[in-house]
Structure formats: C-alpha cells, structure tokens
C-alpha cells in the first residue's frame, strides 16, 4: 500500500482517537492536579508540546513522548511508542509539518525539520531533516518517493 493511500484511507475512514487518546490530550494540554498525571502514567505517555488546534491522531496511545518544544503540524498520525524530543534536554525540538505518519516506535530526535507528507517508517531514527514527501526507514535513510 502505497503512503498516499494510506493517508487517504486515514483521512476518508474519518479517522478519530480513540478515548484514551482523547483523554491524554485533554489532561496534558489542561494540566488538571492529579487526572493529568494518573492519566500520563497509566498510558505511559507525557506529551508537553503545544497541540490546540493541531490535535494529532494517535490510534494506539502508548508510550508517546513529545518534547515541549516539538512543534506538529495539522493530521499528523503517531503510534506507540513514538519519541520526539531534543537529542539533550536544551537542545532544539524537532519541527514536524502537515500530513507526517510517524510508525511505532520511531525517534524523531534534534532541531530537525521533517517535511509535509513525509513517512517515518517503525522503528526508525531520525536525526537529519526529511524532505517533504520523503519515506525514512533503519537510521537516517532516506528514501525518496517516485515522482507522480
């Protein structure tokens, strides 16, 4: 299945979290006294970025972590166990644009840009800016997509 239909399959299924998602970006963009952290430990997940307007699909909520000064894009689609964060912890976040798929389990670490429409693959990391609609598989390759 190619990356533009699964983003279309995405988008017409008119994909939407689930509660346990929902609830994560409530509780982390609301900072609730004790709701917010029960909730941030029981899905493992602690999300500091900035989302309001940007709400990011997350099917499976687990293990997501995202540096507070990451900055996403409008349909962003994250697994589990994603990581985007700064490569130390004063360094520069990661800047993710619109219509990204980040796979499960992929690091996306330092001040990097990762273009529109770009696709992380599982597993990867990546620690180098993406081209928009470029595909990113192991650690840093990068595979572009045939013009089309």
């Known amino acids: 299945m190619s990356d533009v239909s699964l983003r279309s399959e995405i988008v017409a299924a008119g994909a939407r979290n689930p509660w346990a998602a929902r609830a994560l970006i409530f ?8 709701l917010s952290r029960l909730t941030k430990v ?21 293990g997501i972590v995202i540096h507070s000064r990451a900055q996403l894009g409008r349909r962003v689609v994250i697994l589990h166990q994603v990581t985007i964060g700064a490569r130390c912890s004063v ?32 597993n990867a990391v990546v620690t180098r800016d993406v081209p ?11 595979v572009r997509r045939a013009p089309g």
């Open 27 to 34: 509780f982390c963009s609301h900072r609730v006294p004790l």
């Open 91 to 122: 360094a520069a976040a990661p800047v993710v644009e619109d219509d990204v798929i980040i796979g499960a389990g992929a690091k996306v670490l330092g001040g990097i840009r990762i273009g529109r429409g770009a696709v992380i693959g599982a």
């Open 42 to 62: 029981i899905l493992n997940s602690d999300i500091e970025c900035p989302i309001a307007g940007r709400e990011p699909l997350m099917p499976h909520p687990y």
């Open 132 to 142: 928009p609609g470029a595909t990113v598989v192991g650690v840093n390759r990068i």
